[in-house]
Nanobody, 120 residues
Framework: QVRLVESGGGLVQAGGSLRLSCTAS????????MGWYRQAPGKQRELVAS???????TYADSVKGRFTLSGDNAENTVYLQMNSLKPEDTAVYYC??????????????WGQGTQVTVSS
């Protein structure tokens, strides 16, 4: 069983910053990709940023230059530093992990979600 635990959401004014963290625990042989998605009311869930086991990152165009994703492989943890937040960043943010299990089966997991609200 793999579990993703998220923290760091909250309410912030436009222009402010928040830092999200997500830690994966359980029976994991290797994490391939970890990242953050978000879903605003009435919209589809979208990728915000992801990082591979090798450290390669991908960002949504809407957050490039404002958000930074980093990872700690030893701790199976990723951090999303969000700066210059805008009201349109308001959403529930979900952590996601693509992992190899001990039997080398590959699976995908989601966190419970954390609310980020940016006031104007």
């Amino acid at each position: 069983q793999v579990r993703l635990v998220e923290s760091g959401g909250g309410l912030v004014q436009a222009g402010g910053s928040l830092r999200l963290s997500c830690t994966a625990s359980g029976s994991i042989r290797r994490i391939n990709v970890m990242g953050w998605y978000r879903q605003a009311p009435g919209k589809q869930r979208e990728l915000v940023a992801s990082i591979t086991n090798g450290g390669s990152t991908t960002y949504a165009d809407s957050v490039k230059g404002r958000f930074t994703l980093s990872g700690d492989n030893a701790e199976n943890t990723v951090y999303l530093q969000m700066n210059s937040l805008k009201p349109e960043d308001t959403a529930v943010y979900y952590c996601n992990a693509d992992v190899f299990l001990p039997n080398w089966l590959r699976d995908n997991y989601w966190g419970q979600g954390t609310q980020v609200t940016v006031s104007s």
